[in-house]
């Protein structure tokens, strides 16, 4: 049976997780307070449109919220998509909901108040400008866990302290371990006495606070 | 009576959230009869609605900001009443002084009485005005009748 997806408030968003979901083979429906944005949204192909305000019960329940599997709550305003959060969870029974926020301090209450995903926006963004900003340093960083840990592709240079020691040698972070090197495109899970070489990329796996000393160790930058 | 002044839970200490008609009238009469009172709102403007016999705090601030909370110093609160014009800005001030500052008494204005399941289970108290006023008409109403009966 095809997954059905909630989507409530903000147009851009709505419509390009919508374009996304519904080649994915979900069923989505989207709720929308402006008229003209819902005549956009209505063009796009198989998207269910409800012209109206999704924290009113009655527009959700207009919406089939009942039937579907995931709300998504998009709007602009942290306390309307906690409130969609709230009623598809309490009075529809939607199994899973998430909430966009952009006050990141909130993000432990809305856990608390029953939300099942919180997506912070803010952090999202500012965690995407610094790992452009500091592009040549780390190739890749990935947050997990509610940001709290991060898996960061670290490239290793000529210049770089670490060269020619082995892992044991390094003065690594506590809570930073690396997890695998990516070696001319063999991938070696590394031990202690593995030797790191000009050319390796190292993944590492750390919390989010000590992994820019960890990098400047291995690096030095 | 001295010896209870600073005991927490004795101690009257009121955060009104929202600086309209209502919250006004209701910080002016709570610091009249000689309650610690605080006033939140983002607009400074809104404090000139304040009456200038008003001896109580005013806060500018947006009260959705848990830290705009603790300046309020919101642990020491034993009643915070939510009512600004947004029903769903007053159900997430309330849940939070709820759940994370504990508060004992949390009162919220709702105009929509429709979203009742959100904050039943938490021990929010609610007013909502249109339920208030139709109770209120159906009372004149039924005096009316009453006193039709009597001629």
Redesign the interface.
Known sequence: MKKRVLLIGSFNKARSLATSLIKKGYLVTAINNNYQDCLILAEIDSLTVINGDGTKPFILDEANAQNADIAIALSQRDDDNLIICELCKKKFNVKKTVAIINDPKKTEFFHKMGVDSVVCSTSAITGIIEQQAFMDEIAISIPIGEGHISIAEVPITQTSPAVGKKLWEINLPKEVIVGCILRHEHNMIPRGDTRILAGDILVLISSDKQETVAIKELTGR | MEIFKNNKKDRDYTIIIGCGRLGTGLADSLSDRGGNVLVIDNDKDAFRKLPPSYGGLTLIGDA????VLHEAQIKNANAVVCVTN????N???A??AK??FKIEHVIARLY?P??E??YREFGIATICPAVLSANEIRKLLGNAKKEDEVE
């Open positions: 959705t900001d848990i830290d947004n029903d769903n800005t159900i997430m001030i849940q939070i759940e994370l929509d429709e979203r399941c959100v």
